[in-house]
């Protein structure tokens, strides 16, 4: 219980920082950077997804 808390103000944190960088940045550059960081995250969950299926075949 303890660590998931310091993990929830850690992340807080961590999400408070990306906001106040992402203020300074104009909103363009935001979203290609969002869609960047979305497509990188598909990339890997489809990869990882893959290869834990032909890891059970």
């Known amino acids: 219980m303890l ?3 310091k ?3 850690t992340s ?3 999400y408070c920082n990306l906001q106040k960088t992402m203020s ?3 909103e363009t550059t935001q ?3 969002f ?3 979305l497509f990188l995250y598909l990339f890997f969950f489809i990869t ?3 290869h ?3 890891e059970l075949v």
């Open 3 to 5: 660590i998931n808390k």
């Open 31 to 33: 979203i290609k950077v």
């Open 7 to 9: 993990a929830q103000v």
């Open 52 to 54: 834990k299926q032909y």
């Open 48 to 50: 990882i997804t893959l």
């Open 12 to 14: 807080k944190k961590f």
């Open 24 to 26: 300074y940045i104009p």
């Open 35 to 37: 869609y960047n960081l």
